[in-house]
């Protein structure tokens, strides 16, 4: 079965840090660029970051810019990203993809998605 299914997600208060993972099952991530995704209630689906298939190139959206890092190991077969000094607007549903590559004009950040995850649910409270 190939899949991606991402972790990590929870309740967490204003100013704390939560670290999502985003593991491969049946495929080696190797081949991709690997996005970030959020859609938070009520509103549109987002593009938050985006890293290389080599690993050299990252990209984030401007909200998260300071604050999100995103990282990958091949070893494990898996992405994270890291977010600090979360905020309540950073409360969503977070997705992760497979894709051809980062494209940083496009709004989602990515090009040519091929696999996405189920999502994981992050709640900043206030």
């Known amino acids: 079965q190939l899949q991606l299914v991402e972790s990590g997600g929870g309740l967490v208060q204003p100013g704390g840090s939560l670290r999502l993972s985003c593991a491969a099952s049946?495929?080696?991530?190797?081949?991709?660029?690997i996005g970030w995704f959020r859609q938070a209630p009520g509103k549109e689906r987002e593009g938050v970051s985006c890293?290389?298939?080599?690993?050299?190139?990252?990209k984030y959206a401007d909200s998260v810019k300071g604050r999100f890092t995103i990282f990958r190991d091949s070893a494990k077969n898996t992405a994270s990203l890291q977010m600090n000094s979360l905020e309540p607007e950073d409360t969503a549903v977070y997705y992760c993809?497979?894709?051809?590559?980062?494209?940083?004009?496009?709004?989602?950040?990515?090009?040519?998605?091929?696999?996405w995850g189920k999502g994981t649910l992050v709640t900043v409270s206030s």
């Open positions: 049946g495929f080696s991530l190797n081949a991709y660029a």
């Open positions: 993809a497979a894709a051809y590559s980062c494209d940083a004009a496009a709004p989602s950040l990515i090009y040519g998605v091929q696999y």
């Open positions: 890293i290389s298939r080599s690993g050299g190139s990252t």
